[in-house]
């Protein structure tokens, strides 16, 4: 699989999955195609996206594996979706979403479908309220790793299977749109992401988001720790 044609293809669902629908923001996404929802209800698809999130589940909360079920189950973004006369997407990306809940705990998790080389892959993304695309995601998990180390101890790296990203937040919008920006888009952003480091302990990192004609830059700005439990 290309890296440029994942990204390119990933690339499309970025104004999708970033205008949430605020007062003045753009409308939500209509409906997904029937065809879509019906592909996402067949029960091997249904499975393959949900033992991803079963994946990410057991990343966040490794200490709770068992009992664990979604509800709220929503395609929330797709671009360019195209079926053979079987039903089967042959091009196009989109995502399914859902609260995930399990031992008294809550996330909302997603995962991202994709047509690649023409085959479909499934990758997560980031658990919680994030307002990044997958791309963005990609670019900047490693900033936030590395500024969680300044609130995390000593001895508490980021090189363990256990560490990993637990959630994200959408904080606020920070300013306007960029000159040139469609309505509605293009408006800088702070997010707040936890972090857990490979001792167990956790800091949040706050992100702030920055987008322009080319592209979105981004910032991990500081890291505080989290209390025990917090998840």
Known sequence: MGSKLLRLCLMVLICAMT???????PPPLPPPPAAL???SDRLEEHQ??????QNQWEAIFFHCIDNMSASKWTIVAYSGVKFDNLGVPID????????VTGCGRSRKLSVLSAIIDGKLI???SLPGTTYTDF??????????FNVATQALPEDCG???????IVDTRFVKFTGKSYPGAEPGHGRPWLEEWAVRGSCGSRAV?????????HGTAYTAEKAEPLPPDTD
Request: with cysteine.
């Open 37 to 39: 929802v019906a592909f």
């Open 158 to 164: 980021i090189s363990n299977p256990k560490t990993a």
């Open 19 to 25: 205008c949430k629908a605020k007062a003045d923001e």
């Open 135 to 144: 791309v963005i995601q990609h670019d900047s998990v490693s900033a936030a």
């Open 122 to 124: 499934h990758i997560s």
């Open 205 to 213: 990192v706050t992100m702030s988001f920055l987008p322009d004609a």
């Open 48 to 53: 393959a996206v949900f033992a991803l999130m």
């Open 92 to 99: 196009g990306a989109w995502f399914d979403e859902a609260v």
